[in-house]
């Protein structure tokens, strides 16, 4: 049976701390799935005609079914459209746009999670530290979230509270510079990601075409560029998502331009990449607009998922060594919708979903997790502008 609601978004959030006593999180039946919107954004695709209201929707996915169920309206925000989890808390942040329209000033909420309801309670607010904050990273052992901001080029470091609440910005950095592309008139950080010494944070930046790398103390909480302070890649690639692979020795990378998945080899003493694969994932036969979309590992890394926007509007699986960081593509499937802005792995790893941004759904895939393809399901909600993805233990 379809479950179907008017929806914004998709953001399930992964609280993967919040173990219970008796179990990890397979001894669950559900999750809770939270959901965020893309929103009213200059520069959005002309085919999307989905209208809702803004800001965070709440479903619920069983995980032994892959049901996805709709349960309401989380919270009223414009342009919610990146969601992450505190890893020991129950509390979620979300960007936001401030009042005064789409290229305003970004916020950056921390809200409580009910525990009975699932719904969500605005703790506080703070200034993002730029326009149109695009991405959050978290780190634990310092207590302090990124945010990126990609009109504006700003990187910023906002330090937590231990109620989850957030701090005026600590630290900050602003990027620069350009691609030949039309959209690349400026540094646009994507993407950030702390790396696994925590001493490190790399952030992908679209307009730059660049993978800037910072230093960071996280004591002081101070942000500074490194030694090298970044990796020059394709003109006109345009950089969007980076993930670590869970050895920490490796990562991979998306470019939304050219839609290639790239692979580097990673170290973090010498805070230094090297590229050790990179392919084109549109079919060699395809002449029509490329536009990747997200990228997900599997929890033990044997696997990377990647969305394709343009005219593929596809889901492909590659397998991983995760010896050599090299990969293979085994499958490519539809993603059921219109352009795939993201994709995530529920917290069991046997589903993995999709929120169809043009076309206002959000998909659900079993995954095989031992050879790591995916078969459709019947499972799916209508989510006008769903545009991330992440899961909350219930």
């Known amino acids: 049976m379809l479950a179907a609601a008017v929806f914004i978004g ?3 959030l992964r609280i993967g701390a919040q173990e219970s006593s008796t179990g990890g999180t397979e001894d669950r039946t559900s999750e809770l799935v939270y959901i965020g919107t893309w929103g009213d954004h200059v520069g959005a695709p002309s085919r999307q005609v989905q209208k809702g209201p803004q ?19 989380g919270l009223e925000l414009d342009r919610a459209d990146y969601l992450l989890t505190h890893p020991k808390l ?8 401030s009042a005064g329209g789409s290229r305003a000033n970004s916020e950056v909420y921390s809200l409580a999670v009910d525990a009975r309801s699932g719904m969500l309670r605005v703790i506080n607010k703070v200034d993002a530290g730029g326009l149109d904050a695009t991405a959050l990273a978290f780190d634990a052992p310092s207590n302090t979230l990124f945010s990126a901001a990609h009109d504006s080029g700003d990187v910023t470091a906002l330090p937590v509270r231990p109620d989850g609440s957030l701090e005026t910005t600590a630290a900050a950095q ?17 993407s950030l990601v702390m790396d696994p010494t925590h001493k490190y944070l790399l952030v992908a930046d679209f307009g730059a075409d660049r993978v800037f790398v910072y230093k960071f103390n996280g004591a002081t909480r101070a942000l500074m560029p490194a030694q090298i302070p970044f990796e020059v890649l394709p003109a006109g690639s345009g950089p969007r998502h980076l993930v670590f692979h869970p050895n920490g020795r490796f990562f991979f990378l998306d470019t939304e331009l050219t839609a290639e998945l790239r692979s580097y080899r990673w170290d973090s003493k010498q805070a230094r990449m ?10 060699a036969a395809s002449s029509g607009e490329k536009s990747g979309g997200d990228i997900a590992l599997s929890r033990d890394g044997r ?45 069991t790893g046997r589903w993995l979903l999709v929120a169809n941004q043009g076309s206002g759904s959000v998909v659900v895939f079993q995954v095989d997790q031992s050879t790591g ?22």
Not at 373 to 378: A, I, Q, R, S, V
């Open 174 to 190: 602003k990027e620069v510079g350009s691609g030949p592309d039309r959209r690349q008139h400026s540094a646009a950080p994507h």
């Open 274 to 283: 090297r590229l050790v694969q990179s392919v084109a994932a549109y079919p």
């Open 90 to 97: 129950a509390v979620i942040y979300s960007v936001a746009a």
């Open 10 to 12: 998709l953001a399930v």
């Open 303 to 347: 696997f990377v998922y990647l969305s394709l926007r343009g005219d593929q509007d596809s889901l492909v699986v590659y397998a991983v060594n995760s010896e050599t960081g090299t990969f293979r593509e085994i499958q490519r499937l539809s993603a059921q919708g219109s352009a795939p802005w993201s994709v995530g792995i529920d917290p």
């Open 55 to 73: 800001g965070i929707y709440l479903a619920r996915l069983d995980n032994r079914t892959g049901q996805l169920s709709h349960l309401g309206f």
């Open 373 to 394: 393809k995916l078969t459709t399901t019947n499972q799916s909600l209508t989510v006008p502008k769903a545009s991330a993805i992440t899961f909350y233990p219930n």
